[in-house]
């Protein structure tokens, strides 16, 4: 089991850019597929961003592809998410997860871990 911790999270204005980060202890992060997801107010938890256990390959949601960048450092074992150009829509608490298995995922259901989560809050 992997303990997943979240920071970077804030209140910026619309255009902005943050940087989250996913601190992974214990398990064996190099070896997991790790994930970003986000949680609006009265809505489901959705997938973000995906990143296999190498950093070889990710996969993004619609919504933000082309804004947010998922990476990973498996020396530190750390997960990163840049967003940029943030927008209102963007609003959310945001989880890390991860997943022991090299593949990508984009199912919450896939995830075995996740972090207690970092709320990001855009204004226009």
């Known amino acids: 089991q992997v303990q997943l911790r979240e920071t970077g999270g804030g209140k910026v204005q619309a255009g902005s850019f943050l940087r989250l980060s996913c601190a992974a202890s214990?398990?064996?992060?190099?070896?997991?597929?790790m994930g970003w997801f986000r949680q609006a107010p009265g809505k489901e938890r959705e997938f973000v961003a995906s990143?296999?256990?190498?950093?070889?390959?990710?996969h993004y949601a619609d919504a933000v592809r082309g804004r947010f960048i998922i990476s990973r450092d498996n020396v530190k074992n750390v997960m990163y998410l840049e967003m940029n150009s943030l927008k209102p829509e963007d609003t959310a608490v945001y989880y890390c997860?991860?997943?022991?298995?090299?593949?990508?995922?984009?199912?919450?259901?896939?995830?075995?871990?996740w972090g207690q989560g970092t709320q990001v809050t855009v204004s226009s």
């Open positions: 997860a991860a997943r022991t298995g090299f593949e990508i995922a984009t199912v919450k259901e896939d995830y075995s871990d």
């Open positions: 214990g398990g064996t992060f190099s070896y997991s597929t």
């Open positions: 990143i296999a256990w190498s950093g070889g390959s990710s």
